[in-house]
């Protein structure tokens, strides 16, 4: 069984900057998709962030330019780089991964592995 491991959440304040890592227990170009949602209370899970193992990444418009998504093979972690926070960016994140999968990949919560979250909180 696949297991994801998040860290690097936390509380800052707005304007401020985090990095969440992801290290699965599989190699990392396993994975056709590796993605990165969220999900506020009483909101539904969102997608955040994707890449393919080609390296073609998908953004929502609501962090592009502000978040990156990037695999660092040697460690065999995903990364993303979340900057400029704003408090509406709370929630928890979780990484996702997937396999059999061409092309850009989805940011709909259609994955078969999750990890457990890491609850990332933005202050005004």
């Known amino acids: 069984q696949v297991q994801l491991v998040e860290s690097g959440g936390g509380s800052v304040q707005a304007g401020g900057s985090l990095r969440l890592s992801c290290a699965p227990s599989g190699y990392i170009y396993s994975f056709a998709c590796m993605a990165w949602f969220r999900q506020a209370p009483g909101k539904e899970r969102e997608g955040v962030a994707a890449?393919?193992?080609?390296?073609?990444?998908s953004y929502a418009d609501s962090v592009k330019a502000r978040f990156t998504i990037s695999p660092e093979i040697a460690e065999n972690t995903l990364y993303l780089q979340m900057n400029s926070l704003k408090p509406t960016d709370t929630a928890m994140y979780y990484c996702?991964?997937?396999?059999?999968?061409?092309?850009?990949?989805?940011?709909?919560?259609?994955?078969?592995?999750w990890g457990q979250g890491t609850q990332v909180t933005v202050s005004s």
């Open positions: 996702a991964a997937r396999a059999g999968w061409t092309g850009p990949c989805p940011l709909v919560p259609n994955y078969t592995f």
């Open positions: 890449i393919n193992a080609d390296g073609t990444t």
